[in-house]
């Protein structure tokens, strides 16, 4: 590596921290990089700093938010006496492209790990039963993933919540247990919005 430039060396650092990317990737990456056009290439220096200025969680429900609150939150067609729960963005925009659920939604941003040294500390708990609190929620939809940590993150939510007088609903489990809501189809996540059970 000696023959590069120490900016071409950092760069290909640089790539190769991110998932998935070995050492290999990231150098043919910052090879790319260097032989496009210098507006296309800092259009994407731009793109990440844009998300890491403009991008928060909204105030309400935890989902990636460029204001206060998130789309979701501020659109008034939304039904704000359905929340649904999921750990992460991602997972809400697999719901979301179904087309299929008209509710809220609140964001835990990982789920319960005690191997990861991940406790309910660590999630958005606290504003889910802040909302809970204020009333007019009827019911809670547990969309945790179908893993163990998922459905164990679930468990313990369904028994905090006990102490409110809502329905707690589970997605059914159309899912294939261990499978991620991210890469469910929109079918099947449709079907298991629709065929949602008691938990
Ligand atoms: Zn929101």
């Known amino acids: 590596m000696s023959e590069v430039t120490q900016s071409v060396n950092n760069l290909i650092n640089q790539l190769g921290k991110l998932p998935g990317i070995g050492n290999k990737s990231a ?33 309400t429900c935890c989902n990636l938010a460029e204001e206060d609150q998130c789309s979701i939150c501020r659109d008034p067609r939304r039904d704000q006496s ?22 809220c939604y609140h964001v835990l941003l990982g789920r319960i790990a005690p191997l990861d040294g991940v406790g309910p500390e660590n999630l958005t708990i606290e504003p889910l039963l802040a909302r809970l609190r204020q009333g007019g929620v009827k019911e809670v ?22 102490e409110f007088s809502v329905k707690i609903t589970r997605l059914a489990r159309g899912i294939t247990s261990g499978s ?12 298991a919005l629709s065929g949602r059970q008691t938990f």
Do not use: F, W
């Not at 496009?36 to 731009?46: D, H, I, N, Q, R």
């Not at 359905?82 to 509710?103: F, K, N, S, W």
């Not at 991620?180 to 079907?191: F, G, K, T």
């Open 27 to 59: 150098q043919r990456l910052a090879y790319h990089l260097l032989h496009l056009p210098k507006g296309e290439a800092l259009a994407l220096a731009e793109a990440i700093r844009d998300v890491k200025e403009n991008v928060r969680y909204c105030r």
């Open 82 to 103: 359905t929340i649904c729960v999921v750990e992460q963005p991602r997972d809400l925009m697999a719901l979301e492209q179904t087309g299929a659920y008209h509710g």
């Open 141 to 162: 939809i547990m969309a945790t993933n179908p893993t163990t940590e998922g459905d164990g993150t679930a468990l313990y939510l369904s028994n905090l919540l006990e």
């Open 180 to 191: 991620v809501l991210e890469y469910a189809n929109r079918e099947m996540l449709s079907d």
